[in-house]
C-alpha cells in the first residue's frame, strides 16, 4: 500500500509540474517573426510623357502659328544613391512638334537632365536633334525660316511645379539650328507650356 500510495504521489507531482511548464510557456511572448524583405519594384521603362502648346518662333517668318508639342521620357539608365550625382544622369527622350499652320514641324530625340529646386519647383535642360519639314533650299519664300539643312541640333530649357505625385506643369523655350554647319541658319525658337505625367 505504501508502495502505491508513493506512485501516487510522484504521478501527481509530475502532472502538476508539467502544467506549471505548460502554463509558463502559454504566458511567454511569441518570438517576433523575421521582417518581410520588401520588395524592390523595377522602374517602368517610360519615365513621363509631357503634351503642350508652343508659340512657333514669334521672332521669325513664320511668326504667327503655333506648334503641338508631345514628348516621352525614358528611365535613367541608372541611379546613384546620392542625389546630388543623380542629378548628371540624364533621360532619353523623343518627341514631336506639329505646327499647325503652313511653318516648320519637326521630330527630336536627345537626352534631359532635370533638378528639384525644392520639392515641387525643378527646372531642366535638354540637348539633342530634331529633323523637319522646313525650308533648306538657296531661294526661301518669305514667309518661311532659312533653316540650310536637316538635321539641327535642338536644346531646350524649362522651369517646372509639380502640381502632385504624378502631375507637373512647365514653361518651356526651345531652340533649333545648325550651328553654323550649312550655309544659313535661322534657326527657330519657341516658347509654350506643357504638362507632364510621371510614371
Keep these: 500500500m505504501r508502495l502505491a500510495g508513493l506512485a501516487l504521489g510522484i504521478a501527481i507531482a509530475q502532472l502538476a509540474a ?27 521603362f517610360i519615365s513621363e510623357v509631357r503634351f503642350g502648346a508652343f508659340a512657333h518662333d514669334p521672332w521669325s517668318p513664320e511668326a504667327g ?8 521620357l525614358f528611365a535613367k539608365p541608372f541611379t546613384p544613391a546620392d542625389l546630388f550625382t543623380s542629378y548628371f544622369v ?8 506639329l505646327n499647325l499652320g503652313d511653318a516648320t514641324s519637326f521630330a527630336f530625340a536627345g537626352l534631359t537632365w532635370t533638378v528639384d529646386v525644392t520639392e515641387r519647383v525643378f527646372v531642366e535642360a535638354s540637348f539633342g536633334g530634331a529633323i523637319h519639314n522646313g525650308e533648306t533650299g538657296r531661294v526661301i519664300p518669305a514667309d518661311r525660316s532659312a533653316l540650310g539643312c536637316s ?9 517646372g511645379f509639380r502640381l ?17 554647319i550649312c550655309n544659313q541658319n535661322r534657326g527657330l525658337t519657341n516658347i509654350g507650356a506643357r504638362f507632364g505625367y510621371s510614371f
Design 18 to 44: 508539467g502544467a506549471a511548464i505548460a502554463a509558463d510557456v502559454a504566458r511567454r511572448p511569441a518570438a517576433p517573426q523575421p521582417m518581410p524583405v520588401p520588395v524592390a519594384l523595377q522602374p517602368s
Design 65 to 72: 502659328s503655333a506648334n503641338l508639342h508631345a514628348e516621352v
Design 90 to 97: 540624364p533621360r532619353p527622350h523623343i518627341g514631336a512638334s
Design 151 to 159: 538635321p539641327l541640333f535642338r536644346e531646350s530649357a524649362s522651369i
Design 164 to 180: 502632385s505625385q504624378n502631375w507637373n506643369v512647365m514653361a518651356t523655350v526651345e531652340h533649333l539650328s545648325n550651328a553654323g
